[in-house]
């Protein structure tokens, strides 16, 4: 059983910061691929970063490339979300996922799991 549980979401204003978690266990650190993925109203649900098994290949959504950054702690369970500089085109449901596929899928079908999501609200 793969639980994922993200936390960490909330108000900020653009250009601030926030670092959202995904806390699961250490079987599915070791064992999946972990994503997170954003849905904004009316849109559909976009990849938004990952990171592979062994942490030696990260992907980025261009639009979040160089300002966010995805991390894992072995220690902690935990995947973590630093999100920079955010904008007011971030703000979105943000879920955390986990995917058996290799390297780091971009596509949402190749994640078999997926948390209940945390809200991310950018104001002006």
């Known amino acids: 059983q793969v639980q994922l549980v993200e936390s960490g979401g909330g108000l900020v204003q653009a250009g601030g910061s926030l670092r959202l978690s995904c806390a699961t266990s250490?079987?599915?650190?070791?064992?999946?691929?972990m994503g997170w993925f954003r849905r904004a109203p009316g849109k559909e649900r976009e990849f938004v970063a990952g990171?592979?098994?062994?942490?030696?290949?990260?992907n980025y959504a261009d639009s979040v490339q160089g300002r966010f950054t995805i991390s894992k702690d072995n220690a902690k369970n935990t995947v973590y979300l630093e999100m920079n500089s955010l904008k007011l085109e971030d703000a979105a449901v943000y879920y955390c996922?986990?995917?058996?596929?290799?390297?780091?899928?971009?596509?949402?079908?190749?994640?078999?799991?997926w948390g209940q999501g945390t809200q991310v609200t950018v104001s002006s």
């Open positions: 996922a986990a995917s058996t596929g290799i390297g780091v899928p971009r596509s949402d079908g190749s994640y078999a799991y």
């Open positions: 250490r079987r599915t650190l070791n064992s999946y691929t």
């Open positions: 990171i592979n098994r062994s942490s030696t290949m990260r």
